[in-house]
């Protein structure tokens, strides 16, 4: 990957944390952390990557954000007018933590 797409993934992931922190309002019963952004060369989609506390909330925390999908991708080009395409985002659960926390425990039990 070049450091353009580098750049515009980082842009895209920092976009989309302000908008999820602070122009959404997601319920309280979960936590939403954006940890990835893998946009495609032409800037037509990109693969977000989420992290949802608590983990038993996980699937209605990916159904809201799906719900609200189009509110995100109205807010993200808002946020990002310079750029030429707004990309449609596909929302994908970072599974990485959860294995990273098994492995973890794992290496406590011994």
Known sequence: MNDRML??????????????????????????TIT??????????????LSILPEKNQREGMAWIINN???VQRLLGKE????????KMLFKLDEQESRSQEIYDLIDQK
């Open 69 to 71: 999908r189009k509110e």
């Open 36 to 49: 990835d952004v893998s946009a495609s060369p032409d800037l037509r989609n990109a693969t977000v990557y």
């Open 80 to 87: 990002t007018r310079k750029m030429k395409n707004t990309p």
């Open 7 to 32: 750049q515009v993934n980082e842009l895209l992931r920092s976009k989309l944390a302000h908008i999820f922190s602070l122009k959404l309002e997601i319920p309280v019963e979960f936590f939403v």
